[in-house]
């Protein structure tokens, strides 16, 4: 049995610590004490999974300290702009050989950073080949019904990533491993740029064809981008890359596709995210990328026109006219 610290009460995080307890000894930190008290005597996250039975046998907690303790495995499941403090609070408290598996699909703005380069700066003394990424189409909500599902863990140390794969894997929830830690990871974040993208066209009563090119053409830059720093480009066909972008794309559970889809209702971005208890990392990351793209010189005219929509340089309207309107050139 292997003792698993997941950090982070939001839906994502919640879900993975009751799979967790199912086979191991997993404790569940909530910045919230309220949160963590109301999870612990109903074993029900009434504020992020309302209405899911949790695992009885996971334990909650406010207290850091007491999450990590003698842990085996540590997740960070908060949001981007929440992990460097998150895992800041970490120094000396974990050994540096534990691995440490990050949930969260952004860019840690100013920085650039992906989240593996976060904890790394913040623990530099940790093994860096065991800091990774767990990532796939795992909307929360199924996950935490049971419904069956794949996913990968990357990280460079294969015994470690082997570890974490033993520990979390079941009979609903399948685990590949992958090394490719740079590529899982910038498939995450750009496949929620791509959903917002597709939420707008959605928006707009746009059909399954516009839904499919903006996806297609999506996954190409993705792995442009991915490849630029140093990703494998067949994790982009992958698991990581197809399997996340399709479900993130396709579903109404989907935060990102959810937020897009108001844009193209003509909503504005204060009305939705004051409608919203949840992180769309899309948000967040969508300047970072267009930097990151920039500095690399990789195209990426879909998240380019996604970021104008952010910062209201575009109309949502815009968006596929925009995008339609480029010069011809070849696939």
């Known amino acids: 049995m292997t003792r698993v610290?997941?950090?982070?009460a939001g839906s994502w995080g919640t879900a993975v610590a009751s799979l967790a307890?199912?086979?191991n000894e997993a404790i569940l930190w909530a910045r919230d004490s309220d949160?963590?008290?109301?999870?612990?005597?109903?074993?029900?996250n009434s504020r992020y999974l309302p209405d899911l039975d949790l695992s009885a046998q996971l334990e909650v907690t406010d207290s850091l300290d007491r999450a990590v303790i003698e842990a085996e495995i540590v997740i960070v499941a908060v949001?981007?702009?929440?992990?460097?403090?998150?895992?800041?609070?970490?120094?000396g408290k974990i050994a540096p050989d534990v691995p440490i598996v990050s949930l969260t699909k952004g860019l840690e703005p100013l920085t650039n950073l992906r989240m593996s380069g976060v904890i790394k700066t913040e623990l530099p003394s940790h093994r860096s080949d065991r800091i990774g990424v767990l990532t796939g189409p795992n909307l929360a909500g199924?996950?935490?019904?049971?419904?069956?599902?794949a996913s990968v863990v990357a990280l460079s140390d294969k015994s470690a990533a082997q570890l974490v794969q033993e520990t979390l894997?079941?009979?609903?929830?399948?685990?590949?491993?992958?090394?490719?830690?740079?590529?899982?990871?910038?498939a995450g974040v750009v496949k929620n740029i791509v959903a917002l993208g597709v939420g707008i066209a959605v928006g707009l009563d746009y059909g399954d064809n516009a839904r499919a090119a903006l996806m297609t053409r999506g996954i190409a830059e993705m792995t442009r981008l991915g490849v630029a720093l140093g990703g494998d480009p067949l994790t982009f066909s992958g698991?990581?890359?197809?399997?996340?972008?399709?479900?993130?794309?396709?579903?109404?559970?989907?935060?990102?596709?959810?937020?897009?889809?108001?844009?193209?209702?003509?909503?504005?971005?204060?009305?939705?995210?004051?409608?919203?208890?949840?992180?769309?990392?899309?948000?967040?990351?969508?300047?970072?990328?267009?930097e990151l793209?920039?500095?690399?010189?990789?195209?990426?005219p879909i998240v380019v026109t996604v970021a104008a929509v952010l910062a209201g340089e575009l109309m949502a309207a815009e968006l596929v006219p925009a995008l339609m309107g480029r010069q011809a050139r070849s696939e």
Do not use: W
Not at 35 to 44: G, K, N, P, V, Y
Not at 170 to 185: A, K, L, S
């Open 5 to 8: 610290a997941v950090l982070g």
């Open 21 to 23: 307890a199912g086979k």
């Open 239 to 290: 698991l990581a890359g197809m399997g996340d972008l399709i479900a993130t794309c396709s579903s109404h559970r989907s935060r990102n596709r959810r937020v897009g889809v108001e844009l193209g209702r003509g909503r504005s971005m204060d009305e939705i995210l004051a409608d919203t208890n949840m992180v769309a990392e899309g948000v967040t990351s969508t300047a970072p990328v267009v």
């Open 35 to 44: 949160l963590a008290r109301d999870i612990s005597a109903t074993h029900i």
């Open 142 to 149: 199924e996950v935490a019904e049971g419904q069956p599902t």
């Open 79 to 91: 949001p981007s702009l929440g992990v460097r403090k998150v895992v800041n609070d970490l120094i």
């Open 293 to 300: 793209a920039r500095a690399h010189r990789v195209d990426m």
């Open 169 to 186: 894997m079941t009979d609903r929830f399948r685990i590949y491993t992958n090394g490719d830690v740079v590529g899982c990871e910038i």
